[in-house]
C-alpha cells in the first residue's frame, strides 16, 4: 500500500497563489497516474482536480483549467499542485491519490491539507 502525505495548504487572499505536495512511499510511484481532489465544505463527494500520467499527460477539471497545474516528480515520489489566481470556491480540503487514468484512486484517503480562500 502506497502511503501519501499532502501538505502546503494555508489561508490566502483571492488572486494569491499555493504550491501543495504530496509525498507518496514506496518505489510503485512512477507506475501510477497521480491525481489531486478536493472536498468543499458541507460536500460529501469529491471532485478530481487535476490528474497525471505515467508519461506526464495532463487533465483538470473545466473548474481550474487555465489556473492549476499539476506536475510530478518520479525521483522524489512526490507529485505537485502550483495553484495561481485562487477564488473563494476553491476553498477545499485537497487530498491527492493514485491509480490507474480512469480510477486513480486506488489508496487510503488520507487527511489532506486545508485551503482557505478568503479576504
Known amino acids: 500500500q502506497v502511503q501519501l502525505v499532502e501538505s502546503g495548504g494555508g489561508l490566502v487572499q483571492p488572486g494569491g497563489s499555493l504550491r501543495l505536495s504530496c509525498a507518496a512511499s514506496?518505489?510503485?510511484?512512477?507506475?501510477?497516474?497521480m491525481a489531486w481532489y478536493r472536498q468543499a465544505p458541507g460536500k460529501q463527494q469529491r471532485e478530481l482536480v487535476a490528474?497525471?500520467?505515467?508519461?506526464?499527460?495532463?487533465n483538470y477539471a473545466d473548474s481550474v483549467k487555465g489556473r492549476f497545474t499539476i506536475s510530478r516528480d518520479n525521483a522524489k515520489n512526490t507529485v505537485y499542485l502550483q495553484m495561481n489566481s485562487l477564488k473563494e470556491e476553491d476553498t477545499a480540503v485537497y487530498h491527492c491519490n493514485y491509480g490507474n487514468y480512469f480510477a486513480p484512486a486506488f489508496g487510503s484517503w488520507g487527511q489532506g491539507t486545508q485551503v482557505t480562500v478568503s479576504s
Open positions: 490528474r497525471i500520467t505515467r508519461d506526464n499527460t495532463t
Open positions: 514506496g518505489s510503485i510511484f512512477s507506475r501510477y497516474t
